[in-house]
Every structure is written in C-alpha cells, then in structure tokens.
C-alpha cells in the first residue's frame, strides 16, 4: 500500500547504490556475539575478494572479542538474509552475487561468547 | 427615565463560546476544501465538527494569566538553584548524564510538537479542535523554552550541553527521537493527532515524564523536577485532547474505525521504541533509582493502558499489535541499549561508564529472569578490560533498521542470544527492520521510509564531514571529522564517565563547597 497523499508521492531510495562512490554496502553480524551491540554496516567494492575481508577486515572489527582469535574458519556456518550460505572465498563479492545491502550472519560452533552468554 | 440595564455580564461558558466557536465561519469567497486541503486526503470521515466536546474550556486571556502565574514561579526556582549552585547537591555527575540526554533528545520534540500542534490546527475546519490544538501548541513551546532555559545551568558547567539543536540533525542516536517526530509531522493532520496527541501524550506520557522528574526529584536535581511539575497541569490537558480527538473521530463514521486502528498500532510501537532511551536512562543512568524500566512499563502500560484499551473496546479499538513482542522484551531493552551506548562512547555526546558493584545487584534483583544470565558477565568482562586500560570503543558503525533507526540490537522475542533479522526487498533495493513491528510499519508506506536520512548510511555517502574535508587525503580519520562534523570535541564530550572532566570538575567543586581548601 502506498502513502495518503494530497498528490503524486514517489522519491528514490536515499541509499541507492550510486550514492556509494563505487562500492557497496555489506552487513555483517556474529551470531551469539552480543558484546558488539548490533550486527556491522560496511561499504565495499564489489570487486573485493571475499578472503580479504575476513583476513584484513574482520580482525579490526571483532577482534576485541576473546572468541575472536579463536574462529576456525573452515568451520564457520554462514547465512545470508537468514538462510544457509556457502562462501568462496577466492571469489569477490560480485562473483559471490553479493548484492548492495545484503546481509550475513555467520556462526561459530562451540564459541558461545563471554561465559556463555552469548556476549 | 429608567436606563435600560443590559444583560449582565458574560457567563464563562457563554463567554468561551463566543470567544472561541463563535470565531469561525463557512467561507463562501473560497471553497472550505480549498481553505482546509489536508483535511479529507487521510480517508477520515467527519460529518459534524460540532459534536466535538472542548476537552478544556480555556480562552486566551485565561490561559495567559494561568500560564503566566505558573512560569513566574517556575523560574524564581530555577533562578534560585542557579543562584545556589543546585547543580553541585545532585547524587553525583554521572546524573547529569541523564540531563543531556534530556535536552538533546527530548527537548527538541516538545519544540517540534509546538509546530505539529500548530499546522494540524490549522488544517481543522472545526473551531473546537483549531483552539485546542491551538493551546496544546503554545504548551509545547512554552516546555521547549523552560526546558532550555532549566537545562542551560548545567551547560555552564558540564560538557555536551552546548549544541543540542546542531545536533539533533546530525548526530547518529539523535537521528531516533527526531525521526520519530519527523514521520508525525509529515504525516496528515488526523494521524498527527493519533499519533502524537493520542499514542504519545495519552497512551506512553507517563513513562516519559515520570521517570525524567522522580528521577530529577531523586536525584536532587529540583530544577527539572520544578520543571515537570510546572508541566505536569498542561499534561493533564493534554491527554483529555488525545483521548476526545480518538473518540470524536470513532463517533463520526464506522469507515474511521481500521484507518485509526492501524495509526495506534503504528505509533505505539514508534512510541514504545524511541521509550528505549527513558529504559536506560532509568536503570543506569540515575544514581537514586527510582523503579526499573520493567516496573514502570507494568505500572504505566500494562495496568493504565490495559484500562485504557478495555474502555476504547467499545468503539471497536483493540489493544495495538505487537504486545506481546513487548511483554517479552521489557527483561532486555534497558541492558541491550546501555551495552549500545558504551559501544558508541566515542561518537556521543554523553558518557557512559560500567554500573557499580550495588548498581550491578539492584539490577540482578529487578531483572531476576535476564541480567545475570545475559548482560552482568557483558558488563563485567568489560570492567575487566577497562581495568587493564582496554576500554571497548566500538569503532566499526553499526546495521540500522530503516524504521526506527536505531541500531540492529534488539533480539528474537524469546530468544535474548539471538539478533532479529527482518528484511524486505521493495524496487530494487533491500531494507532492513529489527522487528515485525518495524517492516510492517515500512511495508504499509514504503515511499516514505525510503527517504529515510540513516546516520550510518550518510557517513558512507560522505555527506557527514564539514566542508571542504577530503575523505580520500591520506591518513583521513573517518571518526574524528565526524565528530568535526557534530561539533563534538573529542576527549571531552564523549568516552567513558570515568577520567572525564565533568567527574573532575564535579569532584573539586563539590569538595570547594563541602571541605576547606
């Protein structure tokens, strides 16, 4: 359903794609890692490999977490938009079909956070 | 010969008549739709704006002098605690946090009703509802004002006072309440009136207010408890208005009924979320608790507005949707908001700082079904790590949901391990929502929520560094020009309470008031 509205009401998305500068944007959450409040919003080319955000990027963002050292990668369950996903990581995320705004979630089996708190 | 004694003077009523219905007129030189164009658009049936019964039956001059009395007085008491140096017998400075977090994201709505009450009062044909908005709005910018000027003490002593209005434009957690009030504002004059004189004023008002004032009270703070008591007779007014505006609009036309329904289930649940912020305010960051987040909710919402909504069942109303998400959310949104404030210290212009040993027992005791099992460990291993000078500054920005703005941190009901994840592709383009509540509210208007200015989104698009400030020069620090960008000054107005200069300052000026040299 559409906007009451006196007259003709349509507008363009303020976070279409282009307004990125060339790269796009990526949501990534830590299930049961509660410790950072809210999953993470970050903005990459669609040409980056996937590899090298969990290599290079990943360690910056939830690095502070005990756990974090920890992760078994090849062990990892990923999901996108909630359901089960398998990365390459060689691949970029354009060749992964990762789209503007998609979202991921990964999983650590037997990691539960701060005293199993899921923190 | 006998002079002809003229009818006495004015009875009130007859005279409120006369000074306020008595005013208006059809027009017959411009159509009324062309007078009064916002008036129909919203699908809202009124057949006869005379049926509507004036919740308060004031006229200018009375409520001039009423007002004008209450005020002389309020600010004799502020001046006086001005005067005394009030600020230094509140409980301690981390109250004072509490007071920024006041001016900076409240104060500016009541500012923002006054111009909401204003237009919707414009766009009535029926007098009774033009002069009670009328009213309601010049309340509103009466408590803006005497907020400010209450609040403007601690901004000579106390850090993150000093642009609150700059601010609430720019900075990420203020984005919360302002777009709250911006979808009430942009919406038509009814759903105005639902949403803000009803919803908000009738239906969540308590759970502002009190909390804010007990806790300036508790807290010795009396110049915001002289405040919301000054405010608390205008209240008063101000629910009579949001409970006639519901009833006027059910009486007049069955077809009002599902168009009002889906406006409470909308803005209660905006409401209910932007509350996240009073939650907090209320188990942390008063030193003298008043009650918990979870307590008030029962007292506030369950008891009053379950009253409430068995009242309303005769026209139809049922009570708004997603109740029961909230019933299983009021042991978590408190701690899950505060662990998101001492996340994003660095970027805020409050300080947050880990409870005390009591602090962190009065919550295991109010929350028996959460706090130890889900946030204590949170809180503690941050201590720890504060300890060994490893302070956590969350430095990556975080998922908003496109709705409320505020971050992704609200979990499953049911499930306090688990974030909610609610997403929906609408042209092209994915939007994301931390709740049914919130994509539901997005699914029925989406052209409106896609606009929405996202703090996160912005800074990744550039348009949050001041001027002339290249991101792409070598060694750019995206944090510190945004900070620039909220005139925020690093080291100062953000981080931990603790090594604060407000703590400093506070500490000596107290001892100077209490101890010799």
């Known amino acids: 359903m559409g906007v009451a509205a006196i007259k003709e009401y349509s507008f363009e998305s303020a976070d279409r794609l282009e307004n990125f500068h060339g790269n796009q944007l990526l949501y990534i959450g830590w299930d049961q890692h509660l410790l950072f409040c809210a999953p993470f919003c970050l903005p990459f080319p669609p040409s980056m490999r996937f590899g090298d955000i969990i290599d290079k990027v990943l360690p910056g963002v939830f690095g502070y977490h005990p756990d974090f050292a920890k992760v078994d990668w090849s062990k990892v369950e990923w999901l996108k938009s909630s359901q089960p996903w398998q990365p390459d990581f060689n691949k970029t995320l354009a060749e992964l079909g990762l789209k503007h705004k998609d979202v991921l979630r990964f999983r650590t089996p037997g990691l539960t956070g701060i005293k199993g708190s899921a923190s | ?517």
């Not at chain 2, 001046?79 to 007071?99: E, M, S």
Request: glycine residues 6%; negative net charge; proline residues 4%.
């Open chain 2, 1 to 517: 010969m006998d002079m002809k004694v003229g009818k006495k003077k004015l009875g009130l009523k007859e005279k409120y008549q006369h000074m306020t219905r008595g005013l208006g007129w059809e027009t017959t030189y411009q159509s009324m739709d062309d007078v009064f164009p916002f008036v129909k658009y919203e699908g809202i049936k009124i057949h006869d704006w005379d049926k509507w019964e004036d919740p308060f039956r004031l006229t200018m001059d009375a409520y001039w002098k009423y007002q004008a009395e209450k005020e002389r007085k309020l600010y004799a008491i502020i001046d006086a605690y001005a005067q005394n140096n009030g600020h230094l017998n509140v409980t301690d400075a981390r109250y004072i946090n509490a007071i920024k977090l006041f001016l900076n994201g409240i104060s500016p709505l009541e500012y923002m009703a006054h111009r909401g009450f204003a237009m919707t009062g414009r766009q009535f044909p029926g007098v009774g509802a033009r002069v009670a908005c009328l009213m309601q709005s010049l309340d509103e910018i009466r408590h803006a004002q005497t907020q400010i000027h209450s609040l403007s003490n601690y901004n000579k002593y106390y850090n993150g006072f000093h642009e609150y209005r700059h601010m609430l434009e720019r900075v990420w957690y203020l984005s919360v309440p302002r777009s709250f009030f911006d979808d009430a504002v942009t919406a038509g004059p009814f759903e105005f009136m639902v949403a803000i004189g009803f919803s908000f004023e009738y239906v969540l008002t308590n759970l502002l207010f009190v909390p804010f004032v007990s806790g300036a009270a508790y807290n010795g703070d009396m110049g915001t408890m002289t405040f919301g008591f000054s405010a608390q007779s205008d209240e008063a007014r101000h629910m009579t208005l949001g409970l006639e505006v519901i009833k006027f609009v059910l009486e007049q036309d069955p077809d009002n009924l599902p168009i009002v329904q889906q406006w409470i289930d909308k803005w209660t649940w905006r409401g209910y979320r932007v509350l996240t912020l009073v939650g907090m305010m209320m188990d942390y960051m008063l030193p003298k608790r008043i009650m918990s987040w979870k307590e008030a909710w029962e007292v506030y919402f369950e008891e009053n507005g379950g009253a409430l909504f068995k009242d309303l069942a005769r026209y139809g109303i049922r009570p708004p949707k997603w109740l029961d998400q909230i019933e299983k959310d009021k042991d978590h949104i408190s701690h899950q908001a505060w662990a998101t404030f001492y996340n994003y210290a660095a970027a805020c212009n409050f300080h947050t700082w880990i409870p005390t040993d009591d602090e962190l027992d009065w919550l295991s005791q109010k929350y028996p079904n959460s706090f130890d099992k889900y946030y204590r460990p949170r809180l503690e291993h941050w201590r720890e790590e504060a300890k060994k000078g490893n302070r956590f500054y969350n430095k990556t920005l975080p998922m908003l949901c496109q709705t409320c703005q505020i971050p992704m941190i609200f979990t499953e009901p049911g499930d306090p391990t688990q974030i909610c994840y609610r997403e929906v592709d609408y042209k092209d383009n994915k939007y994301h929502f931390c709740s049914d509540g919130c994509k539901e509210i997005f699914e029925h208007e989406p052209e409106k929520y896609i606009q929405a200015w996202l703090p996160v989104h912005q800074i990744y698009q550039g348009n949050c560094f001041e001027e002339g400030v290249d991101p792409t020069a070598e060694g750019f620090d995206p944090l510190s020009a945004v900070l620039d960008y909220y005139h925020l000054a690093q080291g100062r107005d953000n981080l931990d309470f603790e090594g604060s200069e407000d703590q400093k300052n506070f500490e000596m000026w107290r001892g100077m008031a209490t101890k010799n040299a």
